[in-house]
């Protein structure tokens, strides 16, 4: 499966945006699908995950309850709302898709794609 995310952009602090991820390819019920970000001089980092069959979720704690991770397993995409975003969110924004429900570890994660730029201005 390849992933395409998308919806970033430039935002001033307090606001929202929604990323989206279009999967090309068949998507599989014990997948989980995540979020993740990187800014510049950091290291990937969890955001938010989904189990593609059932729809739990679970999230990072740095995220305080202010994003949101949702599907629409008929198009075959995973959302990430965003609300009162800060600057330190300002990061390159990715997906991708594990086995391994639960984990926040980049390196269990595969089908990474392109990233889309979220950018925050305070």
């Known amino acids: 499966v390849q992933l395409q995310a998308s919806g970033g952009g430039l935002v001033q602090a307090g606001g929202s945006l929604r990323l989206s991820c279009a999967a090309s390819?068949?998507?599989?019920?014990?997948?989980?699908m995540g979020w993740f970000r990187q800014a510049p001089g950091k290291e990937r980092e969890f955001v938010a995950g989904i189990r593609w069959s059932s729809g739990r979720t679970y999230y990072s704690d740095s995220i305080e309850g202010r994003f949101t991770i949702s599907r629409n397993n008929a198009k075959n995409t995973v959302y990430l709302q965003m609300n009162s975003l800060k600057p330190e969110d300002t990061a390159v924004y990715y997906c991708a898709r594990t086995t391994d429900w639960g984990t926040k570890a980049p390196p269990a994660f595969g089908s990474w794609g392109q990233g889309t730029q979220v950018t925050v201005s305070s």
């Open positions: 390819g068949r998507i599989f019920s014990s997948w989980t």
